[in-house]
C-alpha cells in the first residue's frame, strides 16, 4: 500500500516544526543578509518558501477544486511579514491535507506553464523538499556569519 494524507500530513508537520525553530531564529538585522551576490537574503528565502507553497496549493486545488485559496503574498515587506506569510501558508497547507482524501494523492495535476505534470503525491513531496532545502541553505547562511544555527531538535 502507498504512502496515505496521514503520512503525509505528519511528515508537513515535522518539517514545518523544525524549520519554524531556524526561520524564527533569523534576527531582523540580518534579513537583508546573503552570503554572495546574487544570492536570496534571508528575507527573501522565507518569500520564496512562502511563495512556492502557495503555487502549488494553489495548483492541487485548480486540479481537484477543494474550495482553497492561498492569497497573494508581498515579497516588500520585512522579515516579519515573510514570516508570517510561510505561516500562512502552512495553516492553509494543513487546510488542504484535512481536505484530500489518500485517492486524491493519485490525480494528476496539470502545470502548462513549466511544461510540466505531477501526481498530487509528487507535489506535496516537492512542497517539504523545497523547504528543507532551503531551510538547510539558511543553516549555512548563519554559519557564514559565523553564527551558530538555532538547534532544529530542541525538545
Known amino acids: 500500500?502507498?504512502?496515505?494524507?496521514?503520512?503525509?500530513?505528519?511528515?508537513?508537520?515535522?518539517?514545518?516544526?523544525?524549520?519554524?525553530?531556524?526561520?524564527?531564529?533569523?534576527?531582523?538585522?540580518?534579513?537583508?543578509?546573503?552570503?554572495?551576490?546574487?544570492m536570496m537574503t534571508f528575507r527573501e528565502q522565507l518569500n520564496h518558501v512562502a511563495f512556492v507553497v502557495r503555487f502549488i496549493i494553489n495548483k492541487i486545488n485548480t486540479g481537484i477544486n477543494l474550495g482553497i485559496s492561498a492569497p497573494e503574498l508581498e515579497p516588500d515587506g520585512k522579515l516579519a511579514d515573510a514570516l508570517a506569510a510561510v505561516k500562512s501558508t502552512w495553516q492553509i497547507t494543513t487546510d488542504l491535507l484535512q481536505r484530500l482524501q489518500d485517492e486524491h494523492l493519485d490525480v494528476v495535476i496539470e502545470l502548462p506553464e513549466e511544461k510540466w505534470k505531477a501526481d498530487v503525491r509528487y507535489l506535496l513531496h516537492v512542497m517539504v523538499e523545497h523547504q528543507v532545502h532551503h531551510r538547510g541553505q539558511l543553516i549555512v547562511y548563519f554559519r557564514t556569519l559565523g553564527l551558530a544555527p538555532p538547534q532544529r531538535w530542541r525538545h
Not at 514545518?16 to 526561520?23: E, H, N, P, Q, W
Open 1 to 38: 500500500m502507498g504512502q496515505r494524507i496521514d503520512d503525509i500530513a505528519r511528515l508537513k508537520e515535522m518539517t514545518d516544526k523544525g524549520s519554524l525553530i531556524v526561520f524564527e531564529g533569523i534576527l531582523p538585522e540580518q534579513e537583508n543578509y546573503r552570503p554572495h551576490e546574487g
